[in-house]
T-cell receptor, first 113, second 114 residues
Framework: DTGVSQNPRHKITKRGQNVTFRCDPI?????LYWYRQTLGQGPEFLTY????????KSRLLSDRFSAERPKGSFSTLEIQRTEQGDSAMYLC???????????FGQGTRLTVV | SQKIEQNSEALNIQEGKTATLTCNYT??????LQWYRQDPGRGPVFLLL?????KEKRKERLKVTFDTTLKQSLFHITASQPADSATYLC?????????????FGKGTKLSVKP
């Protein structure tokens, strides 16, 4: 296990379509986070899981966005009815129970055309 | 609301010099502050964390200071190398949020010329 894995790395979709991204955290990391990053900006927090429980959601996470982490392992982020404004890099990060720093994946770059 | 600002979008320096990046924050007193490095098309990589009761932290050629009175952190890279060229992000935990609910600055893009 070499790090946080995200798939796909790139996704191009038409406006109105649904997309789903997957994140596999570092094993034994019980905390998992999703962030979104647009060009020239820092990452923006979207949501946080501790094990399988979704404990925090940003107001950025509209009702078109849903995230799950069944069984506290991998996580999925789904965007329904995509809009051009959803185009961004979606980053997943994980942390072990005792650490404060986040270990990020390579991200999934979404382009909505 | 909490704000975190990195006052330089870009910093160009000569190889061998010391790069100094600044991070300022408002409306919050964080327990710690973190610095990350991000290369184009990749996720951020954690570099250093400094706690509110620490004035300075070092790791190899990296040094971070934390002034809670000024609400400022400085990030230094000594003897800089072209391989240090990247965007550097500072981050702090959002008040009332979990440890991973981080607020990031926009980053400073460092270019080290040979």
């Amino acid at each position: 296990d070499t790090g946080v894995s995200q798939n796909p790395r790139h996704k191009i979709t038409k406006r109105g379509q649904n997309v789903t991204f997957r994140c596999d955290p570092i094993s034994e990391h019980n905390r998992l986070y999703w962030y979104r990053q647009t060009l020239g900006q820092g990452p923006e927090f979207l949501t946080y899981f501790q094990n399988e429980a979704q404990l925090e959601k940003s107001r950025l996470l509209s009702d078109r966005f849903s995230a799950e982490r069944p069984k506290g392992s991998f996580s999925t982020l789904e965007i329904q009815r995509t809009e051009q404004g959803d185009s961004a890099m979606y980053l997943c990060a994980s942390s072990p129970p005792t650490a404060t720093e986040a270990f990020f994946g390579q991200g999934t770059r979404l382009t909505v055309v | 609301s909490q704000k975190i600002e990195q006052n330089s979008e870009a910093l160009n320096i000569q190889e061998g010099k010391t790069a100094t990046l600044t991070c300022n924050y408002t409306n919050y007193s964080p327990a710690y502050l973190q610095w990350y490095r991000q290369d184009p098309g990749r996720g951020p990589v954690f570099l250093l964390l400094i706690r509110e009761n620490e004035k300075e932290k070092r790791k190899e050629r990296l040094k971070v200071t934390f002034d809670t009175t000024l609400k400022q952190s400085l990030f230094h890279i000594t003897a800089s190398q072209p391989a240090d060229s990247a965007t550097y992000l500072c981050a702090l935990a959002r008040y009332g949020g979990s440890q991973g609910n981080l607020i990031f600055g926009k980053g400073t893009k460092l270019s080290v010329k040979p």
